[in-house]
Nanobody, 115 residues
Framework: QVQLVESGGGLVQPGGSLRLSCVTS????????VVWYRQAPGKQRELVAF???????NYAESVKGRFTVSRDNTKNTVYLQMNSLKPDDSAAYYC?????????WGQGTQVTVSS
């Protein structure tokens, strides 16, 4: 059974940092690209960051220069380092891997940026 479990969310002040983790099991994550998404209440889901199996990364314009996605295949884990957080970054963050029809999502971790 494939599982993705996100962690690392929480409440942080504007300008602060968080590091999210996406731990996978049931697959060898080294052969998969992983995508981080986020969704705030009342808003559409937004692609935040992408990392290919080979480590190529891409980011939404809104987070470029502030967020960094990385992976540690030995730990079956993908990270999202988030710096200089803004209130607009508040959302539930999800990781996803695979592609239809074999696509897997985590349950999400909440990030709230507020003073």
């Amino acid at each position: 059974q494939v599982q993705l479990v996100e962690s690392g969310g929480g409440l942080v002040q504007p300008g602060g940092s968080l590091r999210l983790s996406c731990v996978t099991s049931g697959i060898s994550i080294s052969t998969y690209a992983v995508v981080w998404y986020r969704q705030a209440p009342g808003k559409q889901r937004e692609l935040v960051a992408f990392i290919s199996s080979g480590g190529i990364t891409n980011y939404a314009e809104s987070v470029k220069g502030r967020f960094t996605v990385s992976r540690d295949n030995t730990k079956n884990t993908v990270y999202l380092q988030m710096n200089s957080l803004k209130p607009d970054d508040s959302a539930a963050y999800y990781c996803k891997t695979g592609s239809q029809p074999y696509e897997w999502w985590g349950q999400g971790t909440q990030v709230t940026v507020s003073s």
